[in-house]
Structures are given as C-alpha cells and as structure tokens.
C-alpha cells in the first residue's frame, strides 16, 4: 500500500495561484482528483512514471501536473483558478503499469486524506 499525504490546500481569489504537494511512497501512475460538496469525485490530472501526463478537459492549459520521482512528490500547479475548481482534493496512486493514465478513480488503489482548495469570486 502506498502512503499519501497532500499539502499546499488553502483559500484564494478567482484568477489566483496555488500549488499542492503529495508525499507518496511510490506509484507507476499517479494523479490528482477532486470532489465538490454533492458531486462525484472526478480525476483531474494523471502522469506516469515516464512522465506522460493526461488532463480533464476543464483544466486543460490552467493545471500543470509534475512529479520528482528522487523526492517521492507530486505536484499540482494550479493557474487562473475558478470558483468552479473548489473542491477536496485528492492524490491517487496506482501500482500496475497498465494504469494507463487513467482519470477513472477505480484504478488507483492508494488515496491521501485530502486537501481543500477554496476559489472566491
């Protein structure tokens, strides 16, 4: 099992910055997801061990995902956000090589507690 933990969740203005951290412990694919209050969780980003990265559409040129496999980290940088990015997010990690960047939570095995992004108009 691979342990997670995210950081780097706060509160900020619409058009606004931030950048979330995920200790982990390892993974082939890892990715970041998110869940609104009364919504599914949805993935947003998911990048390999050879660093190929697939995003959701909406965040697509706005979110930026990276990881330093020397470090065991992953990152999530976060422009230009939107009220509509608030959410509880997530960092995901999936074992198998055949995770194919997948943005489908069932994948990944391994979940962190969560970090809260807050977007205010």
Not at 9 to 16: M, R, Y
Not at 35 to 59: C, F, L, S
């Amino acid at each position: 099992q691979v342990q997670l933990v995210e950081s780097g969740g706060g509160s900020v203005q619409a058009g606004g910055s931030l950048r979330l951290s995920c200790a982990a412990s390892g993974g082939y694919c890892m990715g970041w997801f998110r869940q609104a209050p009364g919504k599914e969780r949805e993935g947003v980003a998911a990048i390999d061990n050879n660093g190929r990265t697939n995003y959701t559409d909406p965040v697509k040129g706005r979110f930026t995902i990276s990881r330093d496999n020397a470090k065991n980290t992953l990152y999530l940088q976060m422009s230009s956000l939107k009220p509509e990015d608030t959410a509880m997010y997530y960092c995901a990690a999936a074992t198998s090589r055949f995770c194919y960047l997948s943005l489908q939570p069932y994948v990944y095995s391994s979940w962190g507690p969560g970090a809260q992004v807050t977007v205010s108009s």
